[in-house]
């Protein structure tokens, strides 16, 4: 029986004077100590050498040095660690527990999440699409015939396997899917990835995430195009922006315009990011080209609609005031995680 106690004792000596930090070492005191044919089982196997008038009190002993061994792993796994080292006091509750490391949103998530759900709230459903397109739906069912000049305004990966396979350049291409189904009317925004062949710079990139907007119905006007996009310029940037209408050219509308802002670092006044003119183009809109509802098999005489485009990045670089587009796919921590606790 003495002997056991002694045993015991110094068992416990070691495990205290132990440290686990890691999964081997875990591992290791596992086998040893808890295994099947670890020392616990062993000093068990001794119980039958125990004159009986002493197995009561050896029994309680052997249990005893079981859950200190136990909770040490439990503990040692748990990274809690040991603080005392005395049994009694193995825990220590008014220690500073361990934080977790918190994760964060990336940012154009977070914009892109903040820019569906004002649109959701008007009334727009959400509508995907693969990214890997073909020519009619990118292409020519938006106004754009083979050799097109316009073509050449998005540069295009195309797919060695099939001619006709593409990278989709903008989410148009799944408002043509969604109009060709037939449903009418039709209230959808498109957002997703996009690719476009272009030189990466600090302003522009080879992908990219687009939202882009539909609406079609009968009598739709340009003037629901403005509001709804005065709407969504408001509740993204508050209500002291200005916006204003520039003419402009999309094959798939007409009219065409493109959507400024005013400049929200220098409050419209001229600085580097709007060039000094105190605005910022944010997104290209228009009335859904009739020849596009015809194309869809929509009678463009019945229905009429608007169609918007917008990209996120460009949202994002306003709104956190980023400068540099590169950064939002380069996966370095020390600036993603400064987006933890935004909008
Ligand atoms: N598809 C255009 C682009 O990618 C944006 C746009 C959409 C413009 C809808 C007008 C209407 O640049």
């Given at each position: ?12 000596k ?7 930090n890691?999964k ?30 002493q ?15 136990e909770?040490?792993?439990?503990e ?23 934080s ?9 998530s ?22 890997i ?25 195309y ?9 989709r350049t ?63 310029v ?9 916006v ?19 400049c ?30 015809d ?25 956190y ?23």
């Open positions: 029986m003495d002997q056991l106690v002694k045993q015991i004792e110094q068992h416990k070691e495990i205290l004077a132990l440290t686990l890691n081997e070492d875990l591992e290791a005191f596992r086998i040893k100590y808890l295994g099947t044919k670890g020392l616990l089982k062993l000093i068990m196997g001794e119980m039958k050498n125990v004159p009986a008038d197995k009561k009190e050896a029994g309680q002993l052997l249990n005893e040095f079981k859950i200190f061994t909770s040490f792993y439990e040692s796994l748990q990274g809690i660690g040991f603080t005392n080292k005395k049994l009694s006091a193995l825990i220590d509750v008014t220690l500073p527990g361990e977790l490391p918190l994760g964060s949103r990336h940012p154009i977070i914009v892109h999440n903040k820019i569906v759900s004002i649109f959701q709230r008007l009334g727009f459903s959400i509508a995907e699409g693969p990214e397109e073909d020519d009619w739906h990118n292409f020519t069912a938006l106004n754009l015939p083979e050799n097109h000049p316009a073509r050449d305004m998005q540069d295009t990966f797919i060695s396997q099939n001619p006709d396979w593409l990278l903008h989410t148009s291409s799944v408002q043509i899917r969604e109009m060709e189904k037939g449903n009418l009317p039709l209230r959808i925004i498109c957002p997703g990835r996009v690719y476009r062949n272009e030189t990466i710079s600090a302003r522009a990139h080879c992908f990219f995430n687009q939202v882009e907007g539909l609406y079609i119905a009968e009598n739709v006007s340009f003037a629901d195009l403005k509001q709804t996009l005065y709407f969504f408001q509740e993204m940037f508050g209500n002291d922006v200005k204003r209408f520039r003419p402009s050219y999309f094959p798939f509308t007409e009219p065409s315009a493109e959507m400024d802002i005013s929200l670092i220098c409050n419209g006044e001229g600085c580097n990011v709007c060039k000094k003119t105190g605005w910022v183009e944010i997104l290209g809109c228009g009335m859904v080209h009739p020849q596009v509802l194309n869809c098999g929509i009678d463009s005489k019945k229905y009429t609609g608007f169609a918007f485009g917008m990209g996120v990045e460009r949202i994002t670089m306003l709104t005031q980023v400068k540099d587009l590169r950064l939002f796919s380069e996966n370095d921590v020390r600036f993603l995680k400064q987006f933890t606790n935004a909008v």
